[in-house]
């Protein structure tokens, strides 16, 4: 599944950097994770990245984007062919 960024976001621009599909995006008051290209990581890293910095701790997985680690996988590539 996608992970998302809670309302406990201290909009301190860690993790932006560190998504390797551009996911995270800054809003109004905190960032945000775009579900279509949040993979958690999957192809580009053992763990999820934004999660692995969070000072706190405020990137839990969402709920209502139930992802298996195969359909990451199957988007993991079609990201990295453009589509």
């Not at 860690?14 to 998504?19: N, Q």
């Not at 000072?55 to 209502?64: K, L, M, Q, R």
Request: proline share 7%; aromatic share 6%.
């Amino acid at each position: 599944m996608a992970l998302r960024i809670t309302g406990e976001c201290i909009n301190c621009d860690v993790c932006a950097p560190e998504c390797p599909n551009d996911a995270i995006f800054p809003g109004e008051e905190i960032y945000h994770i775009d579900w279509r290209r949040c993979t958690e990581c999957v192809g580009h890293f053992e763990t999820s990245q934004c999660v692995e910095v969070c000072p706190v701790a405020c990137i839990p997985h969402d709920p209502e984007h139930m992802e298996t680690r195969e359909e990451l996988l199957e988007k993991y590539a079609r990201l990295q062919n453009g589509n």
